[in-house]
């Protein structure tokens, strides 16, 4: 029987700073979990004028045997973007099945984040000391 995996849902999201959009951001996704390549995947896009994103449904279709045992997945999910020098974790999840939507209850992730109210701090990545700001995010209008 053939199955569907969803590992990461479609993601929809603006990048503001003081309130007006940043165009031209790089934003990394990073999806790790069983059956993917090398047991990750990554992709980048820009984002529009408007501070735009978006990247789609990470998604395959496997054959399962019906005698097979049905174990829970580890999935983790994170976008990432730099900006004026600090690299921004703007994302982070973990969810453990193949469903469309576990991440927020609905079939696409929506996000805005406003990256002025960030708090700052460093942190050593290899012999590389580099500047981090944590982010407050919204989904749906709601404050996480």
């Known amino acids: 029987m053939l199955v569907k ?9 603006t990048l503001l700073l003081k309130g007006e959009p940043l165009a031209g951001v790089e934003v990394v996704r990073e999806v790790t979990g069983p059956g993917l390549p090398n047991g990750r ?12 994103f978006e990247f789609p ?4 279709r496997v054959l399962q045997m019906p ?3 049905k174990r829970p997945p580890t999935i ?14 703007i994302w982070a999840f973990g969810k453990g099945d193949f469903d469309l939507g576990t991440e927020t209850g609905q079939p696409e992730i929506r996000l805005s984040y406003e990256l002025s109210g960030a708090s700052s ?15 407050d995010w ?3 209008g709601e404050l996480a």
């Open 5 to 13: 995996r969803v590992y990461c849902s479609p993601i929809l999201g």
């Open 41 to 52: 995947l990554k992709d980048r896009v820009l984002t529009n004028e408007r501070g735009q």
């Open 57 to 60: 449904q990470v998604a395959q």
């Open 67 to 69: 005698f097979q045992p």
């Open 76 to 89: 983790l999910q994170t976008l990432n973007a730099d900006v004026e020098g600090y690299a921004y974790c």
């Open 121 to 135: 701090g460093e942190f050593v990545s290899g012999h590389k000391k580099r500047n981090f700001r944590e982010v």
């Open 138 to 140: 919204m989904i749906e």
